[in-house]
């Protein structure tokens, strides 16, 4: 999934990076504080899972569980990710920094797709057709990330089009791996902690907590 450093034309990468900014700019003021822990939680589990990978060309196959970021964290799941394409491109040079931009668009973006997809499906469901759903999610993210990296690849050259498909061809045993896990993952959290899977528009844990200290500090007030 990460493509190289000198593999793309330059308009893709400078087109990669204004969406990538922009995405991180939503996903951060989207970024409500008492999801900060599991932002970092799947920002460590997408770094640790994508370092084992095996290459395809001018990219690479491995599990990303980009779909269960989407679902859990909707637009914030670009600077979840972000961060941990960041320190694979620095400490062991998966990617590439002039690619940051693209690589981040191509795996975030369809985890966002994801969540916005099934998340509202999840949420309304039972801990085994939430299961499905987030299976379902985590085959459909990595579906569509095989299909930005080709396009990225496309569009930098004709030369790179074999390279497009072979990478779309090579991620379908990925697919089928990253839905498994992803729907064993939907289902412990959908029986520990279905909060998690909550759509984004709805009251956090921590405003209701919020809420209720400012009514009874309220009705501390009016008693005294």
Known sequence: MHIVDGALAPEVLIGGGVLAVAGLGLGLRK?????IPATGVLSATFFVASLIH????????????SG??????????????????LLQAIFFGFGGLTVLGVN????AFPAVLAGLLFRGMVSRSNPVTAAVLGGCAGAFSIALTTVFVAISLALSGDGF????????????????VEGLVSAAAVYLIAKVKPSLLQPADSISDFQMQAAALRAKQAGEASNG
């Open 161 to 176: 089009v074999p390279a497009a498909k072979l990478v779309f061809f090579a991620h379908i045993p990925i697919m089928v």
């Open 68 to 85: 269960l970021a989407g679902l859990v964290l909707g637009w914030t799941a670009f600077p979840a990710l972000f961060v941990g394409l």
């Open 104 to 107: 981040t668009v191509n795996i």
């Open 54 to 65: 095996v290459p395809v060309g001018p990219s690479s196959v491995h599990l990303i569980m």
């Open 31 to 35: 970024l409500p504080i008492d999801k």
